[in-house]
């Protein structure tokens, strides 16, 4: 079970770095702080994997080799 949660944590991890890098590539015109705050944000959190921007592109996509077939689980619980 810890595996796949350090998985998943990863995964989440990289996912929201990846966002956070195209929002502040989308809005670095229109508001250059807030820009600026999730590029930080976003380099804070691939250095704790020791990545950079573009390695976070090829980490989501180890990852994703790693899920299990046919597993599609629901990020959220939907009851």
Do not use: C, K
Request: net charge negative; glycine share 2%.
């Amino acid at each position: 079970m810890f595996a796949r949660m350090s998985i998943d944590r990863l995964r989440d991890d990289l996912l929201i770095a990846v966002a956070l890098a195209e929002f502040s590539y989308r809005h670095q015109d229109t508001d250059s702080e807030l820009a600026r705050q999730a590029w930080i944000l976003a380099a804070e959190m691939l250095d704790t994997y020791d990545l950079d921007s573009y390695q976070s592109i090829d980490a989501l996509r180890a990852v994703a080799e790693l899920e299990p077939a046919g597993v599609s689980e629901p990020p959220i619980d939907v009851e």
